[in-house]
């Protein structure tokens, strides 16, 4: 006898983990620039250029790019210095193979500049780097069983019906526009920061190949280049794109994700000195693509002729993805360098720890990057980052990922000059849905011990009880499950009720 088996090959989640690290940047001003009197702000970006996968880690390199914007003595414009430092990120990942898929996703999360002389300047930058880690592997099912006539081997399958990621194709966007910016903006301006998000409008899933449009949103803010005003400017650009993949099939489900690995966002004068922005920004569009499959699963079997040894296993299943949130509010009162009158600007990154299996709580970081305006009129900078931790309500089971959003922020000014903060942190999570069943993983005949049995006509007269079933009663006493029904000149197991007398025959 052979056990009989099906394969399916799926993708599966070997490590999701998120990395903090500091980059430090020191830069001297340039000559056409005035000397420092006072430093404002600074801001940063973070560019993925490499990423590679080796035997136990993963290597990440690329750069940080830092904007300082000061005032100088007796000069009311703003100044602007820039700088660029390499970064690189190594990650140990024990059970990383040079052929595994990786998924990488970084941004800053927070510069601080300081002034070493009126000509030197120190920006520390603090950026997360996200790292998920897939392997293509084959996974294999029991389906049934190969016997001769003589084994007089039964069988009970089941059907189950997973959800396998069966596919990570990917396709590198690159989109490059100048945009010219309205509602006032002066070529004096200077750029504070950007931030760039991503919408898909419309999805086509066909064979081999995956549709995809949708927008990019930029908004920028500016500081005006003579008085402590900021200005938002916000622009769709339209983008479509197919992405190629050999096990796409129409009726998959597919998700996107999109990794910005570069924004490079500069504010420059136009061809007739208007203000324009200048837009070169790098993304990896990321599709998941899965796919629910039938399996039989052999759950059972035995011998009427021969004795036998069976072992088996609890098979455990993805079937779907389930959506939970859950929340925990922050409220903090942060005193300043300078006493604050107003808030100009409030930049908010989330890092969130990737859950574990059996983990009761959900738990990370919000940054800000607050630009204020003090008593004096001048524009300050304030970084502060609050740890969250909120209670599941749920099982987080293995597999489960979390991301953190920063809700209902509200920020205000006290009269003493501090910042008062306050808002919630709500962690989004996605959770497996599982089913499980029991499944044959070895079986053995022993044909030197025939099955002594009753002789030919003996039939067995008992009640059928509300927690039996047909399979159960054939294997213990030696029958087949058609037999029993037969014998009772039913169809279906369901036709028999609790409590009636049924009979049992042997096979032979």
Known sequence: ???????????????????????????IVPDVNPDVLRIICASSELCIKEQSVQTGKVRISGEVHSRIFYTAEGDPCIWQVEGSTPFSCTADIPQALPDDTLIVSGNAVGAQAVMLNPRKL??????????????????????????DGDEDIHTQVSTI????????????????????LSGGASAADRLYRSEISWVTEDLKVLTNKIMIRGSVCVKATTLAGKDTGLSQH???LPFAQIIESDNTDVGDLVDISYQ???????????????????????????????????????????????????????????????SRNTAASFSE?????????????????????????????????????????????GLCCMNRKISLEAQADFC?????????????????????????????????????????????????????????????????????????????????????????????????????????????????
């Open 1 to 27: 006898m052979e056990l009989l088996k099906n394969t399916v090959t799926q993708y599966t989640l070997l490590s999701d983990c998120t990395y903090s690290q500091e980059e430090t940047l020191e830069t």
């Open 122 to 147: 120190s920006v520390k930058t603090q950026y997360c780097i996200r790292i998920q880690l897939y392997r293509c592997e084959t996974l294999s099912f029991v389906s049934g069983a190969e016997c």
């Open 161 to 180: 019906t997973p959800l396998f990621l069966v596919g990570i194709p990917q396709r590198r966007l690159v989109i490059n526009e100048e945009i010219r």
């Open 234 to 236: 916000s622009y769709n």
């Open 260 to 322: 910005l690995l570069c924004a490079d966002v500069r504010l420059a004068a136009g061809a007739d000195g208007a203000p324009v922005l200048q837009c070169s920004i790098t993304a990896c569009a990321q599709a998941f693509v899965r796919r629910p499959i039938p399996m039989q699963v052999l759950s059972d079997l035995y011998s009427t002729a021969f004795e036998s040894e069976m072992e088996t296993e609890t098979l455990c299943v993805c079937t779907g993805m389930q």
């Open 333 to 377: 009162t942060v005193q300043t360098d300078y006493p604050a009158v107003r808030v100009h600007d409030v930049a908010v990154c989330c890092e969130c720890r990737t859950p574990c299996a059996g983990d009761e709580s959900l738990s990370g970081w919000i940054c800000f990057q607050i630009l204020y305006e003090t008593t004096t009129g």
């Open 396 to 508: 987080l089971a293995a597999g489960a990922s979390a991301q953190l959003e920063c809700t209902d922020l509200q920020t205000a000014c006290t009269e003493e000059g501090s910042l008062c903060l306050s808002g919630k942190g709500v962690f989004r999570c996605s959770l497996p849905e599982a089913d499980s069943c029991c499944q044959v993983k070895s079986f053995q005949l022993n044909r030197q011990n025939v099955k002594q049995r009753p002789r030919r006509g003996t039939l067995i007269l008992r009640a059928y009880g509300s927690g039996d079933t047909v399979w159960q009663l054939a294997k213990k006493y030696g029958a087949s499950p058609e037999a029993i029904l037969s014998a009772n000149k039913v169809s279906s197991e369901n036709e028999l009720a609790p409590g009636k007398l049924i009979i049992i025959p042997f096979s032979r």
